[in-house]
């Protein structure tokens, strides 16, 4: 096996460890037992590996709904004949999907050679040692990829997985009842002009409301770690932005019914025609257009907030990393290549209506054809943003998620949850 190792020094502490008891009914379970589970030693992975690869290999990740992944693998093996690829389903979702890689990692198991993984996953896998350092690899196509999107694989400075596909959400919008807006303070303006223009999003307790309040939050300038992993959000504008979030429900520019509203409820609800506004991701777009709706509704980047904000998305989508494990780590570069390489990438969004990592992709005439929103996803894309990066990243989500809801749903103040945010947050990185 042709990799490179480079001592760590320590075997990593378990991710296991460093979970909340609330968390624990969900995330324990992907953990399981104790001891050590990773291994005392980096390996990586250069481009070079893929020259000669042969055998089997096998990339494991949750449901594939649009089956790009299962395309992806089947014509990589088209074109590689002396390579055999495989998709392999270890979860009807993400949660269950991640449970089951933790497991096979733990067990330091080789069934897989790569895994999909989520972008908030990262930062864990590779402080587990767990997944291979792709530094070398990925840094040569660095040039042509959009920068942010290399942001969600680096951990430490160095890059633990290749970028496949991302995702940025977008504003949908009836032009016949309101405007595209130039920031969220006029969309909500404007939603809260009638109940028929009300703003649709996500603020059920859980990922998504992290994510909708990061939006803001990135846009009115805040963070929640600064680059040294140190706990800023306790700051005016953490407070500025769930005020004028709860501010939004009191006033009806967004139903309360959104407490309630995950992704799926979300564009449901916007596609009855009783709103103005829909915050949501990028597959929408194919579902409303086979919708009474098609024909419509039009899309925008997210907007700024305030007059000196800068628009910013929170970045989704997923990686391939390496199984640390691996007995074909040469094939797995070989597959990694083709799925990153800018012809594959245009078929991404063409075919499966993803969002390609390729910046050459989203001007292509075949993808602007099949997904004429193209232009504004790219603009959404390349001002995202990652999220908190951190082995501990789904107590810190939790945090947010849990105090953000207490404010918008009227049971406290956004100096109370802010405060507590920011306390539950450092409680979280003192476990790691």
């Known amino acids: 096996m042709n990799v490179e190792t480079i001592p760590r020094g320590k075997a990593p502490r378990r991710a296991g460890q460093l979970l909340t008891a609330v968390a624990a009914a969900v995330m324990l379970a992907a953990c399981g037992g104790g001891g050590d589970t990773g291994t005392t030693e980096t390996q990586s992975v250069n481009p070079g590996m893929a020259d000669g690869a042969s055998g089997e290999v096998k990339l494991c990740g949750h449901k594939d709904a649009s089956g790009i992944n299962r395309g992806t693998v089947a014509e990589f093996t088209k074109e590689n004949p002396d390579i055999q690829a495989e998709y392999v389903e270890i979860g009807a979702n993400s949660d269950q999907s991640r449970t089951q890689m933790v497991q096979r990692l733990e067990g330091q198991s080789a069934e897989c050679d790569l895994f999909l993984m989520d972008v908030t996953w990262v930062s864990e896998f590779a402080s587990q040692n767990w997944v291979m350092d792709q530094t070398e690899l990925v840094s040569g196509y660095e040039e042509g990829t959009i920068p942010s999107t290399l942001e969600t694989a680096l951990y430490e400075d160095k890059y633990w997985a290749a970028p496949f596909y991302t995702n940025a959400s977008l504003i949908y919008y009836m032009p016949d009842k309101v405007s595209a807006p130039e920031s969220w303070q006029q969309l909500y303006e404007e939603a809260g002009a009638a109940p028929e223009n009300a703003f649709v999003y996500q603020a059920q307790q859980y990922e998504g409301l992290t994510v909708n309040f990061l939006e803001l939050l990135y846009s009115a300038g805040g963070e929640v770690l600064d680059k040294d992993g140190n706990v800023t959000i306790d700051s005016p504008e953490a407070r500025e932005v769930l005020e004028f979030m709860a501010q939004g429900l009191e006033a009806g520019a967004a139903p309360r019914s959104v407490l309630t509203y995950d992704e799926d409820a979300t564009r449901l609800a916007f596609e009855s ?160």
């Open 273 to 432: 025609g009783d709103y103005g506004y829909q915050r949501n991701w990028p597959h929408v777009y194919r579902l409303l257009n086979e919708s009474a709706l098609a024909g419509t509704f039009e899309v925008a980047p997210l907007p700024a907030f305030g007059e000196d904000g800068t628009p910013s998305g929170v970045l989704g989508g997923w990686n391939l990393a390496i199984n640390a494990f691996s007995d074909n780590p040469e094939a797995a570069v070989a597959l990694i290549n083709f799925a990153t390489n800018p012809d594959w990438q245009k078929r991404v969004a063409a075919d499966y209506s993803q969002a390609p990592v390729s910046e050459a992709a989203y001007d292509d005439p075949a993808v602007q054809e099949k997904m004429p929103f193209a232009q504004q996803l790219r603009e959404s894309v390349e001002g995202a943003k990652p999220r908190p990066k951190s082995p501990v990243y789904p107590q810190i989500s939790q945090a947010i998620y849990e105090n953000a809801y207490a404010v918008i749903s009227g049971d406290a103040s956004a100096d109370e949850a802010v405060t507590r945010m920011a306390e539950q947050i450092e409680a979280a990185q003192e476990t790691f």
